[in-house]
């Protein structure tokens, strides 16, 4: 099995900046697809970002240009690098990490865009 731990989030204002980090415990992390959820009160859950075993990267149209992901597998961990955050960027934000029908989940790390 595979356990997720996230950090990294907290409180910025917005066009600031912030760094998430996903680190996995496990085997064979180099296998799994991996992305990052956001959800904010009220509001559904939302895929943010992937990237797969191989690398391949694909965002959501809202984060697109602002936001970077990116695996580190020698430490088994992802990242979110997350630039001009706006206000809307407020959520919990999860680490999903699959590998055929396997799944798990972090259990998230605060974001928080304010003035």
């Known amino acids: 099995q595979v356990q997720l731990v996230e950090s990294g989030g907290g409180l910025v204002q917005p066009g600031g900046s912030l760094r998430l980090s996903c680190v996995a415990s496990?085997?064979?992390?180099?296998?799994?697809?991996v992305r990052w959820h956001r959800q904010a009160p009220g509001k559904q859950r939302e895929l943010v970002a992937s990237i797969t075993s191989g690398g391949s990267t694909n965002y959501a149209d809202s984060v697109k240009g602002r936001f970077t992901i990116s695996r580190d597998n020698a430490k088994n961990t992802v990242y979110l690098q997350m630039n001009s955050l706006k206000i809307e960027d407020t959520a919990e934000y999860y680490c999903?990490?699959?590998?055929?029908?396997?799944?798990?989940w972090g259990q998230g790390t605060q974001v928080t865009v304010s003035s």
């Open positions: 496990g085997t064979f992390f180099n296998l799994y697809n």
């Open positions: 999903n990490a699959n590998r055929g029908i396997l799944g798990y």
